[in-house]
């Protein structure tokens, strides 16, 4: 299982530490607003081309893992 910091990260110097996709300035929080609007994860990739697919699945994963411990 991924640990946080290898799928997103924070820095204060990056959007003021909003978690982003490592490498990229996307913020993780706009993944989950492309999902809740209906889009599919293609449809976000194709509009930030610099996460790639493995990003965005270790995200879901890594959200989900959490979210089902924490229950």
Known sequence: ???AA???RVDPDVLGGTPVFPGTRVPVET???YLQEGHRVEDFRADFPSV???QAEAVL???G???ATAA
């Open 1 to 3: 299982m991924a640990l």
């Open 6 to 8: 290898e799928v997103v």
């Open 31 to 33: 993944l989950f607003a």
């Open 52 to 54: 790639t697919r493995e």
């Open 61 to 63: 994963d890594w959200a």
């Open 65 to 67: 893992r959490h979210i």
